[in-house]
């Protein structure tokens, strides 16, 4: 993850708690309890990789990191449900090639992503930046930042697009194995930093709003 690992579980005990994870100066004593508490918890769960993960700088930011930390889960037999990865276009540097420009990284990162996914069994969610959509007649592969090859081996691709006056989130598909699905764009409420479903009464509370 791009942040750090104690700012991971306090917004995850935030949405948890439905609680705003903005200004950090207006926390009370009770919640900051409440993150010193529960925090430990979520460690047992949920394990946060940020750039100096076990006291070693570049574990986000370079391919040698992300590899040695994917690979550990394989040689320590490690079983996670899911694999975030948060974003991936913040790997732009090689330790073992230092004239690695960013796309080099990103292009390599990409395809070792593609022949891991088939030797650990947990699903791997990539997210990245999108360029503003300010020209209708690009295409959604062109308007990815860095390296694009990412889309050539990714099972499936979302765009995500918040709608804010309508308290809801647009995840539009863009690439998948149900072709039938491309274009389609399914709706979610968005409520105290959580996704519920976007129903009609939802609709009409938003509205009213």
């Not at 574990?59 to 990865?85: H, M, N, P, R, W």
């Not at 149900?178 to 129903?199: A, C, D, N, Q, R």
Request: net charge neutral; aromatic share 12%; hydrophobic share 35%.
């Amino acid at each position: 993850n791009e942040e750090v690992t104690g700012d991971v579980y306090n917004r995850i005990i935030c949405i948890m708690r439905g609680w705003a994870y903005v200004d950090h100066g207006n926390f009370s004593e009770e919640q900051r309890e409440t993150f010193r508490t529960i925090g430990p918890e979520l460690a047992k769960r949920i394990t946060v990789v940020d750039d100096n993960f076990s006291g070693a700088p570049g574990q986000t930011t370079t391919v040698e990191g992300v590899e040695a930390v994917l690979e550990s889960l394989i040689t320590k037999k490690a079983k996670y449900d899911v694999i975030l990865f948060d974003y991936y276009q913040n790997v732009s540097k090689s330790n073992k090639h230092p004239s690695w420009n960013t796309w080099q990284c990103q292009e390599y990162l990409a395809k070792y992503l593609d022949g891991y996914k088939g030797r650990y069994l947990a699903p791997i969610v990539a997210l990245a930046q999108l360029l503003e959509n300010t020209d209708s007649s690009k295409s959604y592969k062109e308007r990815i930042e860095g390296r694009k090859l990412i889309l050539n081996t990714a099972t499936c691709a979302l765009e995500v697009l918040a709608d804010r006056p309508n308290q809801r989130t647009g995840f539009t598909i863009r690439k998948s194995r149900f072709s039938e699905g491309v274009g389609e764009t399914i709706y979610v409420g968005f409520l105290k930093g959580k996704y519920v479903l976007y129903t009609p009464e939802f609709a009409n509370q938003a509205e009213l709003k």
